[in-house]
């Protein structure tokens, strides 16, 4: 029964390129979530998603960062123009039902670097 | 608005010590409270949880016990071994996300 799959594990981008993740949820799970955890910090929120909709992206930059979650296939968040201040490890959460009784469960995360 | 302060690490105990983490949080209305561990390298696991006030939870040793007259969720374990080395972050749901701590840097010596 395998868990929130995440990949790449680690993805190394130059500036001004494109970064894309990808996040498969639980089996079962329908509602993805993604996080962002700077270096020395805790893990701040992005962005909410069910399946071909996004339900809260008030943690989303403005600009650059876009996110999908399509009816078949992983959710994507990607990155465009990346800089050097993007460079983070972003963890992705997936839910089977909309309760905030209920515990996310996360994976092993993105870890990106800029150079 | 809504968040989560917790003790500021790192904290640096010897094997069997005492630990408590200290959390406390503010948010509207009665949130189910968590703790989440990270182990180097690896994304977050759910350590316990408490849903309502008054409820403790327990996991490996660890427990945390939901107070809503002091917004506190604080963290203890009564001996903690070199494997419990890890960041540990307070946490508690909204409607439709994780409000995180900055998260607290055990290291635990032999």
């Known amino acids: 029964n395998a868990g929130v799959m995440q990949n790449p594990r680690h993805l190394v981008r130059r500036r001004g390129q494109e970064a894309r993740l990808r996040c498969s949820p639980m089996k079962g799970h329908s509602h993805v979530y993604w996080y962002r955890q700077l270096p020395e910090e805790g893990l701040k929120f992005m962005v909410y998603?069910?399946?071909?909709?996004?339900?809260?992206e008030s943690g989303m930059p403005k600009e650059r960062f876009s996110a999908e979650f399509p009816k078949e296939g992983p959710s994507i968040l990607r990155i465009q123009q990346v800089v050097r201040g993007d460079s983070a490890a972003y963890f992705c959460?997936?839910?089977?039902?909309?309760?905030?009784?209920?515990?996310?469960?996360f994976g092993d995360g993105t870890r990106l670097s800029i150079l | 608005g809504d968040s989560v302060t917790q003790m500021e690490g790192p904290v640096t105990l010897s094997e069997e010590a005492f630990l408590t983490i200290n959390c406390t949080y503010t948010a509207t209305g009665y949130p189910s409270l968590f703790w989440y561990v990270q182990y180097p390298g690896e994304g977050l696991q759910l350590l316990l949880k408490a849903t309502k006030a008054d409820d403790k939870g327990s996991n490996k040793g660890f427990e945390a016990t939901y107070r809503k007259e002091t917004t506190s969720f604080h963290l203890e374990k009564g001996s903690v071994q070199v494997s419990d080395s890890a960041v540990y972050f307070c946490a508690y749901t909204t409607y439709d996300k994780v409000i995180f701590g900055p998260g607290t840097s055990l290291s635990v010596i032999p």
């Open positions: 959460a997936s839910g089977d039902r909309h309760s905030s009784n209920q515990p996310q469960h």
């Open positions: 998603l069910q399946k071909e909709n996004i339900i809260d």
